[in-house]
T-cell receptor, first 110, second 114 residues
Framework: KAGVTQTPRYLIKTRGQQVTLSCSPI?????VSWYQQTPGQGLQFLFE???????NKGNFPGRFSGRQFSNSRSEMNVSTLELGDSALYLC?????????FGPGTRLTVT | AQTVTQSQPEMSVQEAETVTLSCTYD???????LFWYKQPPSRQMILVIR??????QNATENRFSVNFQKAAKSFSLKISDSQLGDTAMYFC???????????FGTGTRLTIIP
């Protein structure tokens, strides 16, 4: 089976812009979750979707949002980008208590 | 609140030696999963091993094994016959059964010295 894929892999944006990141889970996995990884804060949970419903959300401002489509693919959106949003954004798909991660999207905000 | 603590920010070991990474966690629940993930310089997060809390037997995956001490809330990873490709950040992670999110420790940077 193909693994979790994320696009784009690298992104450079300017402060104030918005960005959309995409994640395709492993075939058959309906749970998709997102994590932000920074040197200062480590790995932090953003949100999780299952069958197009957000089941859990981390402690992030409303500028961070997401959605899941009927084919389980997920997108996350960050509006009004701030310098502190520069991070590696990891997507994971889960089934049976196992989480598999994608390669991540490296977002740089200038 | 669930917390995961990795007290060793960095470790290094000679190739072919054995190394043990430490992790402790805090929870009031009884049913949960524990994981070790490896993140090499490529940044891809790779699942190394999973332990189910209800299982007394320690999980093993080839050269990787865990020492799960439920009462002490300790979950260490042992890497035997270490290889250069084992050089990476290692994260301990935790989740309750039925939960949808992983809680990660701060990681241990492991360097295998040729």
């Amino acid at each position: 089976k193909a693994g979790v894929t994320q696009t784009p892999r690298y992104l450079i944006k300017t402060r104030g812009q918005q960005v959309t990141l995409s994640c395709s889970p492993i075939s058959g996995h309906r749970s998709v979750s997102w994590y932000q990884q920074t040197p200062g804060q480590g790995l932090q949970f953003l949100f999780e979707y299952f069958s197009e419903t957000q089941r859990n959300k981390g402690n992030f401002p409303g500028r961070f949002s997401g959605r899941q489509f009927s084919n389980s693919r997920s997108e996350m959106n960050v509006s009004t980008l701030e310098l502190g949003d520069s991070a590696l954004y990891l997507c994971a798909s889960a089934l049976g208590g196992l989480w598999y991660f994608g390669p991540g999207t490296r977002l740089t905000v200038t | 609140a669930q917390t995961v603590t990795q007290s060793q920010p960095e470790m290094s070991v000679q190739e072919a030696e054995t190394v043990t990474l430490s992790c402790t966690y805090d929870t009031s629940e009884n049913n949960y999963y524990l994981f070790w993930y490896k993140q090499p310089p490529s940044r891809q997060m790779i699942l190394v091993i999973r332990q189910e809390a209800y299982k007394q037997q320690n999980a093993t995956e080839n050269r990787f094994s865990v020492n799960f001490q439920k009462a002490a809330k300790s979950f260490s990873l042992k890497i035997s016959d270490s290889q250069l490709g084992d050089t990476a950040m290692y994260f301990c992670a935790f989740t309750h059964f039925g939960n949808e999110k992983l809680t990660f420790g701060t990681g241990t940077r492991l360097t295998i010295i040729p």
